[in-house]
């Protein structure tokens, strides 16, 4: 079935270093594709999304392009804040008749000054 | 500026106790889901629902059953509560259209002692 590989955590970084977490994903279809992040007891918000191939999402500098030829959607900003420090979770939805979320296993940023 | 309420916040049961968690949404939305996120896990889907009167089981839908009887209104019942339904569990909706938003409740913290 479809799926989502995130890069495992924590990720840890100064304040305004370049920032990357990879993400891959299996489908049988065409997938849309989602970067959602949750801080800490919160639920999870949507950052940013694609829904088909080279389409760039982007969000509070956040940027993420739909690579189809590589299966992938990589998370990126050029320079983080303490305040992105959070869970990010990449995600695809299914083209099918409930187009339900399929979850990574989330990236733990942390982001000192 | 409601979105979707999840009730209660936090709970812990004991062994073999049933309860449910109350979900309900404000956008018209005729998509539900039920997620559950385990500690340092990403979400698994437990039912979800395309409309009232009808749902379907996700991922991990042993140990849980839900109802949509109408469209603003998702509750998930626990029965027999064990301690591996300890998690944190998230309701969602979205409208119907591929690529939509998945708006998340601010989830319910459950613990099976």
């Known amino acids: 079935g479809d799926s989502v590989t995130q890069m495992e955590g924590p990720v840890t970084l100064s304040e305004e270093a370049f920032l990357t977490i990879n993400c891959t994903y299996t489908?049988?279809?065409?997938?849309?594709l989602f970067w959602y992040v949750q801080y800490p007891g919160e639920g999870l918000q949507l950052l940013l999304k694609?829904?088909?191939?080279?389409d760039k999402g982007s969000n509070k500098g956040f940027e993420a392009t739909y690579r189809k030829e590589t299966t992938s959607f990589h998370l990126e900003k050029g320079s983080v804040q303490v305040s992105d420090s959070a869970v990010y979770f990449c995600?695809?939805?299914?083209?099918?008749?409930?187009?339900?979320?399929?979850f990574g296993s989330g990236t733990r940023l942390l982001v000192r000054p | 500026n409601a979105g979707v309420t999840q009730t209660p916040k936090f709970r812990i049961l004991k062994i073999g106790q049933s309860m449910t968690l109350q979900c309900t949404q404000d956008?018209?939305?005729?998509?539900m889901y039920w997620y559950r996120q385990d500690p340092g896990m990403g979400l698994k889907l437990i039912y979800y629902?395309?409309?009232?009167?009808?749902?379907d089981k996700g991922e991990v839908p042993n140990g849980y059953n839900v109802s949509r009887s109408t469209t603003e209104d998702f509750p998930l019942r626990l029965e027999l509560a064990a301690p591996s339904q300890t998690s944190v569990y998230f309701c969602?909706?979205?409208?119907?259209?591929?690529?939509?938003?998945?708006?998340f409740g601010e989830g319910s913290w459950l613990t099976v002692v």
């Open positions: 969602a909706s979205s409208p119907v259209s591929a690529g939509n938003t998945i708006y």
């Open positions: 489908a049988t279809g065409y997938p849309s």
């Open positions: 694609a829904t088909k191939a080279d």
């Open positions: 995600a695809l939805s299914e083209r099918d008749s409930s187009y339900k979320l399929i």
């Open positions: 956008m018209n939305h005729n998509y």
């Open positions: 629902s395309v409309g009232a009167g009808i749902t």
